[in-house]
């Protein structure tokens, strides 16, 4: 049998599922932004995009692709010996991009932990959770459904302590008009 959160830690897991969902949210347009990198770089097209530098403020330069590149490079990229070399100048957006979702990850994952623990779900759940920063759209998906269950559970829980303390309540006034008696 599952434990139960504390009525104490309510507050503690509503700020939980708060950082949980703006961390989700950030995390999986992340990956969006990341996929739809990595089918412009190992596609056909062979682009990374770029900010500053010689072509403008925003400009796709080409990729030059090394031998062994085949085009499911981009569903295996480790099986080969395919290398890809960037020609562009100026930001790379499409690095800054795979950095930047790998930071929000980490951080995604931290608040998959916070809010897994709080509620004390078992672990399967944690590994759910964490599903949500790899696998595409499976973020929001999850932040949608987490946040209703934990909202629903709150609720639900806040509920049945009032009307125990209301019953607890009624039966101590209920003993001492029966003692006055």
Same mark, same amino acid.
């Given at each position: ?30 990956? /969006? /932004? ?5 089918? /412009? ?11 500053? *530098? +010689?072509?403008?403020? !925003? =400009? ?7 031998? *062994?590149?085949?085009? =499911?490079? !981009? ?10 070399? +960037? ?7 499409? #690095?800054?991009? !795979?950095?930047?979702?790998? =930071?929000?990850?980490? $951080?995604? $994952? ?10 004390? =779900? ?14 595409? #759209? !499976? +973020? ?25 303390? +209301? ?11 029966? *003692?006055?008696?």
């Amino acid at each position: 049998m599952a434990r139960a959160p504390k009525l104490a830690s309510f507050p503690a897991i509503r700020g939980a599922l708060k950082f949980y969902q703006v961390c989700s949210i950030i995390t999986g347009i992340g990956l /969006l /932004l990341l996929c739809t990198e990595m089918v /412009l770089k190992y596609s056909p097209l062979h682009l990374e995009l770029f900010a500053g *530098g +010689s072509g403008g403020i !925003l =400009w796709f330069a080409p990729v030059i692709v090394g031998p *062994g590149c085949e085009w =499911w490079s !981009l569903f295996a990229p480790m099986t080969n010996d395919c290398e890809l070399t +960037s020609v562009g100048d100026g930001f790379n957006i499409s #690095l800054g991009i !795979l950095v930047a979702h790998g =930071w929000f990850y980490v $951080l995604y $994952l931290f608040a998959c932990f916070r809010i897994w623990s709080l509620m004390r =779900w078992p672990f399967l759940r944690f590994i759910v959770l964490a599903l949500g920063g790899i696998v595409p #759209l !499976l +973020s929001f998906f999850m932040e949608a459904r987490v946040a209703r269950e934990v909202r629903t559970y709150l609720a639900d829980r806040e509920a049945a302590e009032a009307a125990a303390a +209301s019953d607890r309540a009624a039966a101590t006034t209920e003993r001492a008009t029966e *003692g006055t008696r």
